[in-house]
């Protein structure tokens, strides 16, 4: 069973598109997150979203914009792409009691190469 | 922003040696978490750390929570081929919103 899953695996497009990466976790959690990991293997958070609601937001260009029209789904779109936003998307979940941390898992990730 | 700095950052070692790692912040943490990344996957959790001084085992694996909650350890130990991968120690302050702070990574290559 699929716990975290991430669509589409791989997405290849041209400057100046506009994309879509779907999230769906199956796990009950109540939080989730995007994650973009450079060529060099640096994993970064970009977002968490919390019962629908934004609770982190890093400093990210305002192309992307996270949508969540439920607790179970966590979507990223990017506007305009550029060259740089090339890299590997990860989505996370977890459940988060009062702030602490607990643990996050990853789903399998969404290789987005910009031409 | 703040990343932790893992080292070693990459190693070849032979199969059945034993491993070891580790990770340090310029500022502290209350809660470590390792994690390995297979080539393609998403990283997966290995051994999560809630108290400073914790030392806690998952199979062949040990980790543990250094005393001045800057640093933590992993230790593999009689390593297989399987071993290989990326591991990444991350960080978290409570209070933060569940906001992981990921190391550089170390690369474990395994020789049979």
């Known amino acids: 069973d699929t716990a975290v899953s991430q669509t589409p695996k791989y997405l290849v497009t041209q400057m100046g598109n506009d994309k879509s990466i779907k999230c769906e976790q199956n796990l009950g959690h109540d939080t989730m997150y995007w994650y973009k990991q450079d060529s060099k293997k640096f994993l970064k958070i970009m977002f968490s979203y919390n019962n629908k609601e934004l609770i982190i937001n890093e400093t990210v260009p305002n192309r992307f914009s996270p949508k969540s029209p439920d607790k179970a789904h966590l979507n990223l779109h990017i506007n305009s792409l550029e060259l740089g936003d090339s890299a590997v998307y990860f989505c996370?979940?977890?459940?988060?009691?009062?702030?602490?941390?607990?643990?996050?898992?990853f789903g399998p990730g969404t290789r987005l190469t910009v031409l | 922003g703040q990343q932790l700095n893992q080292s070693p950052q990459s190693m070849f070692i032979q199969e059945g040696e034993d491993v070891s790692m580790n990770c340090t912040s310029s500022?502290?943490?209350?809660?470590w978490l390792w994690y390995k990344q297979d080539p393609g996957e998403g990283p997966v959790l290995l051994i999560a750390l809630y108290k400073a001084g914790e030392l806690t085992s998952n199979g062949r694996l040990t980790a543990q929570f250094g005393t001045t909650r800057k640093d933590s350890f992993l230790n593999i130990s009689a390593s297989i081929p399987s071993d290989v991968g990326i591991y990444f120690c991350a960080g978290s302050l409570t209070g933060t919103a569940s906001k992981l702070t990921f190391g550089t990574g170390t690369r474990l290559q395994v020789m049979l």
């Open positions: 996370a979940s977890s459940h988060w009691a009062s702030g602490t941390t607990d643990t996050q898992y």
């Open positions: 500022s502290i943490f209350n809660t």
